[in-house]
């Protein structure tokens, strides 16, 4: 046979593989995705959510709810227009708290927690804060 053909049917062959393999990646992905609670996105390993408050109100309850939960080394800043708050777990995992605001009244919160994320206490995290939010703020989506 050919070397030029045999490389033409290699090359068919792995795209074929690839292809159906990353449909499957992203189906599982998305079902994946759609596992969480209403109203929250869990991806790439950080929980996602719009809520009906101001990024500054939100990082003030992040603050609160990781304080609440003993978190170490808690520590923030904030402002109109975004926000940030920082703590580390007792097993030494770091959470990445990030606000932007999306229009005047709705903020997007991102939790993370550790390297490749953890769900359970990303979404506990959010139950907690969701306490200190005002009575009015709701998850949006």
């Known amino acids: 046979m050919n070397p030029i053909h045999s490389f033409y049917r290699l090359a068919g062959l792995l795209l074929l593989v690839f292809s159906v393999s990353s449909c499957a990646v992203v189906v599982l992905g998305a079902a994946a995705a759609g596992a969480g609670v209403a109203g929250t996105k869990f991806v790439n390993g950080g929980l996602k959510v719009d809520v009906l408050a101001r990024p500054n109100q939100v990082a ?3 603050e609160q709810a990781l304080m609440a939960l003993r978190m170490h080394e808690v520590s923030s800043s904030a402002t109109v227009v975004d926000g940030y708050v920082d703590a ?17 009244d709705i903020s997007r919160l991102s939790i993370r927690v ?12 959010y139950d907690q804060m969701r306490q200190h ?9």
């Open 60 to 62: 003030r309850a992040a």
């Open 114 to 125: 550790g390297t490749f994320g953890d769900q359970q206490t990303s979404q506990l995290i």
């Open 133 to 141: 939010l005002p009575r009015q703020a709701t998850n949006l989506q």
């Open 88 to 104: 580390v777990t007792a097993d030494d995992k770091r959470i990445k708290i990030v606000v932007k605001r999306r229009t005047d």
